[in-house]
Every structure is written in C-alpha cells, then in structure tokens.
C-alpha cells in the first residue's frame, strides 16, 4: 500500500538486549515492531532463561521479536497486501554475523542450540 509516495507495508523489527542486567542474572531484551513509519507494538521483559553471553542474549531477544513480525506479515498477505521481506535491525555484530550466515559456529555457540 502507499499513500503520498511512502511505504507503509514494510515491518521493520528494532531488537536489542541488555545482557544479566537483572539480580538473578537474566538479561533484559526489548523489541519495537513497525509498519511503515508508524509505531505498532513493543514490549520488554525479562527472558525465560539466562544467557551465557550478550550474543546469546541477543539471540533469545530476536527469536521472540520475529514472531509477532511473521504474525504481521501473515495478517497482511491475509487482507490482500503484498508481502515483503521483514527488515531486522540489530546491532550486536556477532548475532548479526550468526543470523546473516543462517548458521552459529557449532563449537562456540552449540550450547544455545541445546538450552533453546
């Protein structure tokens, strides 16, 4: 959809995370969802579980980011909008380097896979 020449069916998900931020040691992710240039939904709270690395918490924090964004686009398809890639915005360069290759290095990270 666009009205006066802007985009607003792109959904663009901000996600970053404040690692063992809390007394038990969790770390603390927040997210802001977007669609176009208009605010959505955003929420923080403390993860699940802890982390062993900001990396990791990161991690954890887009995980449970992208899925309201893939709900998003799933009620857009639904209504007839077309459907474009959602934009993620990260900015932990290790996190960004693991999502970017579609694989974690298996010897440094393959405990995130078994804890979740």
Do not use: W
């Not at 993860?47 to 954890?60: D, G, M, P, W, Y």
Request: proline share 3%; net charge positive.
């Amino acid at each position: 959809m666009r009205l006066d020449g802007r985009d607003y069916d792109t959904v663009t998900v901000y996600v970053d995370a404040s690692y063992g931020t809390h007394a038990n040691r969790k770390s603390h992710p927040g997210t802001v969802l977007k669609l176009g240039r208009a605010f959505i939904f955003g929420y923080s709270m403390k993860q699940r579980i802890n982390t062993k690395s900001s990396c990791e918490a990161e991690l954890v924090g887009v995980s449970d980011g992208v899925n309201p964004a893939i709900e998003i686009m799933n009620f857009m398809i639904n209504q007839g909008h077309e459907a474009k890639p959602v934009t993620l915005m990260q900015d932990n360069k290790s996190t960004i380097k693991m999502i970017e290759s579609g694989k974690s290095n298996l010897e440094r990270s393959r405990h995130i896979d078994i804890r979740f």
